[in-house]
């Protein structure tokens, strides 16, 4: 196993990005401008059919990752409409939450966010808060699964895709020491975790604010007991290894977070308060 960096850099203050209206304005305008989902040539790095899968660190990269949420959650009634086109919670200005990707043609077609508990937990606690509170005290080391999104062609996913990309996912979580992955997934999406994905269900169904109030339930994958208890399936996510140098920890660079923070304050609707207020403090 890795060892992560131990040193934590100090998170923007959205307070402080909010009272420089120069910085601000020429941020929104650039925040604003261009296809969230169009990416620069990019280094070809795991590549499997001509499709790239690595975790997203460069800029036009998360941009791409965040639009792409964003239109999906709209799409399904997830989320409102704003100016800035993209789907960014407080958890991502985090350096313990990473930002994965699958890219073809330049195009970002699949994204999935990993959010290990840290400053302000998961974000699922927000309505799951009892039931991750006993996977704490059991001495769990969790992580969430978050922001899955994909570029549909009709209603159909790219199942394929979709799949090797939280085997990525899932290979940098262990890599990191996670032995529980938790979801928050709407109902009718259970069926596909549980059979491509092995989750299971460890909350009733509830109201969830941050997605408009659609309904979600809980679900978690144990790694630790997923290659006993569901071998074919532990197989799909572990059995080809990615390269070590493609797991490697890469965290949301220091100067996009005050630029991110933009976009976080757009969709801080239905957010706790007190999120933002930790974040602000910095």
Request: charged share 20%.
């Amino acid at each position: 196993m890795s060892t992560l960096p131990t040193y934590v850099a100090p998170m923007p203050s959205l307070a402080t990005v909010a009272a420089q209206p120069a910085h601000r304005a020429a941020a929104e305008q650039e925040l604003r401008a261009g296809d969230r989902t169009a990416l620069a040539p990019l280094a070809r790095v795991a590549a499997d059919w001509e499709v790239v899968y690595k975790i997203a660190a460069r800029r036009e990269e998360l941009f791409a990752a965040f639009g792409l949420v964003y239109k999906a959650y709209v799409r399904a009634g997830l989320s409102v409409r704003h100016p800035y086109r993209m789907r960014v919670t407080p958890y991502h200005l985090l350096p313990t939450t990473e930002v994965f990707i699958a890219v073809r043609n330049c195009e970002v077609i699949s994204t999935v966010s990993l959010v290990r508990d840290g400053e302000l937990g998961l974000p699922l606690e927000s309505v799951y808060g009892r039931e991750v509170a006993q996977y704490r005290q059991r001495g769990f080391s969790l992580a969430e699964v978050s922001c899955l999104a994909d570029h549909r062609q009709g209603q159909q996913r790219c199942i394929p895709v979709v799949m090797r990309l939280m085997s990525l996912m899932a290979q940098s979580a262990k890599h990191r020491g996670v032995d529980q992955l938790l979801i928050a997934c709407h109902p009718r999406h259970r069926r596909f975790y549980q059979h491509f994905a092995a989750f299971e269900p460890f909350g009733e169904e509830k109201p969830y604010r941050t997605v408009c109030n659609h309904p979600a339930i809980a679900m978690a994958l144990d790694l630790s007991w997923a290659p006993i208890d569901h071998p074919e399936l532990y197989a799909k996510f572990f059995g080809t290894p990615f390269p070590e140098e493609v797991l490697e920890y890469r965290p949301i660079p220091d100067r996009l977070r005050a630029e991110l923070s933009l976009a976080v304050e757009a969709n801080c609707v239905g957010l706790a308060c007190s999120e933002l207020e930790v974040l602000a403090a910095g």
